[in-house]
């Protein structure tokens, strides 16, 4: 049983397209993240829903849109696709009810985003 | 705010060697304290965890102890193996998002 799954693993589009990313996980936690991976490995936290509520919005184009259908998903919706928008986009997800990072998160595999 | 530093990479061993890949860490109140490692081409796996001063996380050969004296997180293990080959990040989780360090690159050789 896989515990945060993403979809699609790779996703190759042009520049000014759409996209979506899924995430779910089986775990029963209450908070999912977003992360974004760039080329040098640095890991930078997008998004974060606590139950569907969001809660962390760091500062990030607005192109970037995340949806919370209920808390086993967390979905991320890309509008106008741009070349620097290319990266690996990690789903992640921990138990608490709050932002806390005192219990660890989990991690998906990961979608690589190539824009072309 | 909570930060943690990490040693910069990449770092290259030979089968057998002993490492080490220092992590020290800045925080406001009781913070648990992470090691996760990124395998080519996966997602970030937790390695080991400690949650309290003195404790020591291991698992697969690593070790790290939460030293509150010194505000560190040291990874080691005695015998590194090819398939230890990866990217490292230390990371630590308090009353604020889990906070992680800039990764350290390991290739290890035969």
């Known amino acids: 049983d896989t515990a945060v799954s993403q979809t699609p693993k790779y996703l190759v589009t042009q520049m000014g397209n759409d996209k979506s990313i899924k995430c779910e996980q089986n775990l029963g936690h209450d908070t999912m993240y977003w992360y974004k991976q760039d080329s040098k490995k640095f890991l930078k936290i997008m998004f974060s829903y606590n139950n569907k509520e969001l809660i962390i919005n760091e500062t990030v184009p607005n192109r970037f849109s995340p949806k919370s259908p209920d808390k086993a998903h967390l979905n991320l919706h890309i509008n106008s696709l741009e070349l620097g928008d290319s990266a690996v986009y990690f789903c992640?997800?921990?138990?608490?009810?709050?932002?806390?990072?005192?219990?660890?998160?989990?991690f998906g595999s990961g979608t690589r985003l190539t824009v072309v | 705010g909570n930060s943690v530093t990490q040693m910069e990479g990449p770092v290259t061993l030979s089968e057998e060697a002993f490492l080490t890949i220092n992590c020290t860490y800045t925080a406001t109140g009781y913070p648990s304290l992470f090691w996760y490692v990124q395998y080519p081409g996966e997602g970030l796996q937790l390695l080991l965890k400690?949650?309290?001063?003195?404790d020591k996380g291991s698992n697969k050969g690593f070790e790290a102890t939460y030293r509150k004296e010194t505000t560190s997180f040291h990874l080691e293990k005695g015998s590194v193996q090819v398939s230890d080959s990866a990217v490292y990040f230390c990371?630590?989780?308090?009353?604020?998002?889990?906070?992680f360090g800039k990764g350290t690159k390991l290739t290890v050789n035969p």
């Open positions: 990371a630590l989780g308090g009353s604020e998002k889990l906070v």
């Open positions: 400690a949650t309290k001063a003195d």
């Open positions: 992640a997800s921990s138990e608490g009810s709050d932002r806390g990072g005192y219990y660890g998160y989990t």
